[in-house]
């Protein structure tokens, strides 16, 4: 369409009936349908609002009768503008409006192909219905976001299928979306154009489904699609029908699997066919639990040949012998291997012919047992080589093994081994000089050792020497009797080119084992390492003496590590480990137990944790216990001294600053939660601060009774303590009772403990309770809260409270004037029509409630 036509705005429509209409507005003129009409700038967008109104219905399925009004319909001349048909009811326009004005219904375009069009209405004209429509304009079309020069359907369109008619529709379908809820059929060579999304939801199976009508009942004999049950994509064959994959001289891959599993209830075959049956078929059959491999179409075949490829004869199975060869295609056994090959464990019934040699990575039997034992070896220009590996040859029947004429000898009846002796009296039994060469260690196990002679005094031992001299100088000698002129008998451990190495029993003192400056000593256990100091006085167990910075060091490796001594450059006493581990201190259970109980942990950043295990919490000190039972984690206790200065229990110091502020807290409070309780901190100005909701609290006793918290007390007037040393002046408490009278000026204050002695555990102590007498806390200042009842009216929040003639409790004051015998000040709106605790007074019922207040009578 060229430029002269941008706002040309046209709708071309097609009904059942074959007849088509053009859609204009009054400016419009008549054209045949399928030209573009050129509608000017101006006024284009006024006039496509105007555009008269159509009803249309929003149904997916086949309605007739009462369930639509005429109005539903699209009939030939049903319009209320003023362009209406001629008379004779020509087609060349047509209204359509893609909305309904003034109408709550919504939907498209209602489509009934198959409906009689012989029905007439009001006006005579012939009933019709839209088939499709399409719009004309790339400007106007581009605005209203619809396609153009696109044949257009219902969003719901449906074609019915009555009778033997079918609903066929040509050419080709365009649409953002299509739904098929029963059945879709593409005959000749339809296609889809682009791919076809299969939704579905995780807890719904969905299947393409090919379907056989043949019989009575449809069956469906393949599935492709997705199986809830299993979460599984498939291809399900039903009905014994066989899914066959072909092609025509192309492979078949399967890429990309870690498995391929075949499973069943009766897999019996899987064969691997060629169409030219001279080439056979290769069969995988599974009969009564037995694999067979065979070809099926000719079972008289000669060898059946696996193959690698580049290696010819990998294995081959010879029918006619019954033999397997592998590297070999003639193999004259029942397995014949040419070439190495490595087993973990062979055991044969008959004969075993190796023709080369065994190379054994374990244990290697060679045994006899059919009663006429002989194993013979032909070695030939080459030796039975063992090497690295262990070589039996078992006994048969007690038989006795005897190599080279007797050069060595097994005794089987006797578990003996004779080198040059065929009696052998010994496990081993050696007739000659033994060369040691080569031999690191001799393992005696549980038994000794035992070496003598067989002449007595001859002087049997064992010596070292570095020739074959018989010169006994220079000799490493361990005798047991009077040898080389040693005057001294008995055992002797001698290396005798200098003394710095030796082991003796004296005969007399201390019996002791000196190595070099290294001493035990056998009548009290000491060990003395002494760089300086005498061999002779090792102090404890185990003394380590050097004038130069001595530790004990133990060592698991270069990074782990513990040293005790003295430090090398200040000469302190000192215990150091290596700087990338924690020390423990903890117990043992026993001194065989290997696991610590850690009590205290110092990390390697010098942090100390004591009852946790936890050490990254980044505390230079961090205390955790239990302990229950009114017992404190810590105790600081200061020894005491009377010498006129401040004796500090503990001091917790700022350094940042001379006066600390609210960030400076030296003391916080905390419980369960990460929240704190309170804390005490710097206030800037040289002092701390509390910082807590106030209390003010005194101490005191009163007489044993029935009490609530929150109840007023006044003083007695006789003093519980009082310190007045001349410098002292901060403490004057009364004893008190509950008040029995009205606006008592006596108030000491309200009731905030009854019976708890430890809270003021030092008042207590200092200056008694009597057996008839109670401890109790008393708030006078600050805030909290107290009962109070309505016997003057009820008490208001900002009313002053007194005290009342019913005992402990307090009443409304008569004025707003702070008095002496003001108790508090109520802070809560109180809903005493909704209070439901009540005391009797006098014979009259009052109201009472524990109520919020502000203490004033500190």
């Known amino acids: 369409m060229s430029t002269t036509y941008n706002y040309d705005f046209r709708v071309l429509i097609e009904t059942l009936s074959g007849s088509k209409y053009s859609y204009g ?9 399928g030209l573009p009409v050129t509608i000017p700038t101006s006024g284009a967008l006024e006039r496509m609002v105007n555009m008269p109104s159509m009803s249309y219905f929003n149904n997916e399925h086949y309605q007739s009768g009462s369930l639509y009004t005429a109005n539903t319909d699209f009939l030939k001349g049903n319009f209320t503008n003023t362009q209406l048909l001629a008379a004779d009811g020509a087609a060349n326009y047509q209204f ?14 209602k489509f009934e192909p198959n409906m009689s069009v012989a029905w007439t209405g009001s006006n005579g004209k012939a009933r019709d219905f839209i088939k499709r429509y399409k719009f004309f304009g790339n400007k106007v079309c581009n605005v209203l976001g619809i396609p153009e020069d696109f044949w257009i359907y219902s969003d719901r369109f449906r074609l019915a299928n009555t009778g033997s008619d079918q609903n066929i ?11 098929v809820k029963k059945n879709l059929a593409i005959s000749n060579a339809g296609n889809f154009a682009s791919d076809i999304p299969f939704h579905h939801a995780q807890n719904t199976d969905r299947w393409v489904k090919w379907t056989n009508t043949s019989g009575s009942l449809p069956q469906n004999d393949m599935l492709i699609g997705y199986s809830n049950l299993s979460d599984d994509y498939m291809i399900r064959m039903k009905n014994g029908k066989r899914l066959v994959i072909s092609g025509s001289n192309t492979d078949l891959e399967v890429n990309e699997f870690n498995n391929i599993n075949v499973s069943g209830k009766s897999i019996l075959n899987m064969n691997f066919t060629s169409t030219n049956q001279a080439d056979g078929t290769f069969q995988i059959s599974n009969n009564s639990g037995i694999v067979t491999l065979e070809n099926t179409y000719n079972s008289n075949i000669g060898n059946m040949i696996f193959q690698v490829h580049g290696f010819a004869n990998s294995i081959v199975i010879d029918r006619s012998a019954q033999s397997v060869g592998i590297g070999t295609s003639g193999p004259d056994s029942t397995l014949e291997v040419d070439g190495d090959f490595t087993a973990t464990n062979i055991t044969a019934s008959g004969n075993i012919k190796i023709d080369g040699y065994i190379t054994a990575s374990g244990d290697l039997f060679l045994s006899d047992t059919d009663g006429s034992p002989s194993l013979h070896y032909d070695v030939s220009a080459n030796e039975l080589n063992t090497a690295g590996a262990t070589f039996h040859i078992n006994k048969s029947n007690g038989v006795d093994t005897s190599f080279d004429d007797g050069t060595l000898y097994v005794d089987a009846s006797e578990n003996n081994v004779g080198i040059r002796v065929t009696d052998p009296s010994a496990p081993l039994e050696v007739r000659g000089d033994i060369g040691t060469a080569g031999i690191n260690q001799i393992t005696a196990g549980t038994d000794q050792i035992k070496i003598h002679s067989t002449t007595a005094g001859s002087g049997a031992g064992i010596g070292f020497s570095d020739h074959s001299s018989e010169d006994q100088s220079g000799h490493l000698r361990f005798f047991m009797t009077d040898v080389d002129n040693d005057t001294d008998t008995g055992a002797l451990f001698r290396l005798s080119s200098n003394q710095t190495l030796a082991f003796q029993i004296t005969g007399s003192g201390d019996n002791v084992l000196a190595l070099g400056k290294t001493q035990i000593r056998e009548n009290d256990g000491k060990i003395g390492i002494m760089h300086d100091n005498d061999l002779g006085n090792p102090h404890q167990l185990l003394h380590l003496q050097s004038t130069s910075a001595p530790q004990l060091l133990i060592e698991e490796s270069d990074s782990r590590f513990v040293r005790l001594g003295v430090e090398d450059t200040a000469d302190d006493m000192c215990l150091g480990w290596d700087d990338g581990d924690d020390m423990h201190f903890g117990v043992f259970a026993s001194t065989t137990d290997v696991t610590l109980s850690s009590k205290m942990i110092i990390n390697s950043s010098g942090d100390v944790y004591i009852g946790t295990t936890t050490t990254t919490t980044g505390n230079r000190l961090y205390v955790y216990d239990a302990p229950g039972s009114g017992t404190p984690v810590n105790v600081v206790v200061h020894g005491g001294i009377t010498d006129g200065n401040n004796n500090d229990v503990m001091l917790l110091k700022q350094l ?85 009278t009205n606006s008592s000026k006596k108030i000491y204050g309200v009731i905030g403990e009854l019976d708890e002695y430890d809270t003021y555990g030092g008042y207590n102590d200092n200056f008694g309770v009597d057996s008839d007498e109670i401890p109790v806390t008393v708030h006078s200042i600050g805030e909290g809260l107290m009962i109070v009842t309505n016997v003057n009216g009820n008490v208001e929040n900002g009313d002053y409270i007194v005290s009342s003639d019913i005992a402990g409790y307090g009443q409304k004051q008569d004025d707003d004037i702070l008095r002496s015998s003001t108790v508090a000040k109520c802070t809560e709106t109180i809903d005493w029509n909704n209070v439901t605790d009540t005391i009797t007074h006098n014979g009259v019922q009052y109201k009472k409630y524990i109520t919020t207040c502000t203490y004033h009578c500190g």
């Open 656 to 740: 940042d600053k001379v006066n600390s502020d609210s960030k400076d807290r030296f003391l916080n409070f905390m419980g369960a939660g990460s929240t704190y309780l309170g804390s005490i901190k710097g206030d800037g100005s040289g002092g701390v601060d509390y910082e807590t909701s106030f209390t003010g609290k005194h101490a005191s006793v009163m007489k044993s009774g029935s009490y609530e918290t929150g109840m007023i007390v006044e003083s007695t007037g006789e003093v519980w303590g009082k310190r007045d040393d001349g410098t002292h002046l901060h403490t004057g408490l009364p004893k008190v009772q509950i008040t029995t």
């Open 169 to 179: 529709i040509r050419g080709d379908v365009l649409g953002n979306s299509l739904h």
């Open 96 to 109: 359509l409006s893609a909305s309904i004005i003034n109408s709550p219904a919504s939907g498209s375009i």
């Open 25 to 33: 507005t009054g400016s419009f003129i008549s054209v045949t349908p």
